[in-house]
């Protein structure tokens, strides 16, 4: 266990809706990490946060949105999804200050995610 | 931009045995991060191990321990006494001081033979 928890585990959904993941990072981490793992695309890299502001952008549609609350939690949504949505989001965080290992990044278990 | 490659898309090895996966990467970065993450059939992204750019002794964990020739920009992983559940698929992942997003290769899918 990572100690990297997200939720919900699955999420089937149609055409056009709208959905929120949910992370919370490890205790004490300030960086939250966002990443998509599709079988054609593999894993990319979507967004980064640290302690509530945007930190880093990588491949994320303008659909998808995040923000990371004062608490540290994180929240991705993705609106007007498509089929080619569908796909494995993990949420990963890491201490992102100084210290031993700050940088490793720690995953959750994953969303996924079947548009319909 | 940073590019990882694993040019082994599948591998097997005999239980007890040892295995070595390849990775090579590029990146303009001087401070850099190179990692290993093992991904079972569960799906869960496990961190096997790390390596930092500026060390030039190569990482161990257990049975598992890194080749890195930071010249050749090449990070191998190996895996010694080979068990059951080393059975995965295998991501090389580079991050850069300047960002830290992991860069990810496609993947090494591990079979071990009992």
């Known amino acids: 266990d990572s100690g990297v928890t997200q939720t919900p585990k699955h999420l089937i959904t149609a055409t056009g809706q709208r959905v929120t993941l949910r992370c919370s990072p490890r205790?004490?981490?300030?960086?939250v990490y966002w990443y998509q793992q599709s079988l054609d695309q593999g894993l990319q890299f979507l967004i980064q946060?640290?302690?509530?502001?945007?930190?880093a952008k990588g491949n994320i549609l303008e659909r998808f949105s995040a923000q990371q609350f004062p608490d540290l939690h994180s929240e991705l949504n993705l609106s007007s999804l498509e089929l080619g949505d569908s796909a494995l989001y993990f949420c990963?965080?890491?201490?992102?200050?100084?210290?031993?290992?700050?940088?490793?990044?720690?995953f959750g278990p994953g969303t996924r995610l079947l548009v319909l | 931009a940073q590019t990882v490659t694993q040019s082994q898309p599948e591998m097997s090895v005999q239980e007890a045995e040892t295995v070595t996966l390849s990775c090579t990467y590029d990146t303009s970065e001087s401070d850099y991060y190179l990692f290993w993450y093992k991904q079972p059939p569960s799906r869960q992204m496990i961190l096997v191990i790390r390596?930092?750019?500026?060390?030039?002794q190569n990482a161990t964990e257990n049975r598992f321990s890194v080749n890195f020739q930071k010249a050749a920009k090449s990070f191998s992983l190996k895996i010694s006494d080979s068990q059951l559940g080393d059975a995965a698929m295998y991501f090389c992942?580079?991050?850069?001081?300047?960002?830290?997003?992991?860069?990810f290769g496609k993947g090494t899918k591990l079979s071990v033979i009992p």
């Open positions: 946060y640290y302690n509530g502001e945007e930190r």
């Open positions: 992942a580079l991050s850069g001081a300047g960002s830290y997003q992991l860069t």
């Open positions: 205790s004490g981490d300030l960086s």
């Open positions: 990963a965080s890491s201490v992102g200050t100084s210290g031993e290992d700050w940088e490793t990044q720690y």
């Open positions: 390596q930092e750019a500026y060390k030039q």
